[in-house]
């Protein structure tokens, strides 16, 4: 019985500490957590944004590495007509205009990527 005293009086006197009662809490939007949303962190150093999918279209914004849009749509576009085959290429909406699939990461909730882009170099 004396054994098992010590080792549970460290425990208790160990484990707990104060935290002045307070909780943390995270303020966050529910369209950040929805899984039915998608988040764009642009990777690239410099991101021409396009008013709509293609090269071809006017610039209409800049995004710089490191920002986070959300994905407002998305679509495949063909960019190069080949003999045998196309070569497609996927475009994401956001909130400016569209820019290459190529050029961002695409993570499933505003968490993520925060968590990233504080990750990114």
């Known amino acids: 019985m004396k054994k098992l005293i010590l ?3 460290c425990a208790l006197l160990f484990s707990c500490t104060k935290n002045n009662g ?3 809490m995270q303020s966050l939007a529910p369209e950040e957590l929805s899984p039915r949303i998608e988040w764009a ?4 150093p410099y991101v021409a944004c396009r008013k ?3 090269y071809e279209y006017e ?7 490191g920002e986070i849009y959300e994905i407002k749509g998305n679509c495949t576009i063909i ?6 085959e196309e070569k497609k290429e996927k475009w994401y909406a956001l ?3 569209w820019v290459p699939s190529g050029t961002v990461r695409v993570y499933s909730n505003r968490l993520k990527a925060d968590k990233a882009r504080s990750e990114l170099k």
């Open 79 to 84: 960019v190069d007509k080949g003999e045998k």
């Open 22 to 24: 307070q909780i943390e």
């Open 41 to 44: 962190l642009i990777s690239d």
């Open 7 to 9: 080792p549970v009086l």
């Open 52 to 54: 709509q999918a293609g």
């Open 95 to 97: 909130e400016e205009g």
């Open 59 to 65: 610039t209409i914004a800049s995004f710089r590495k």
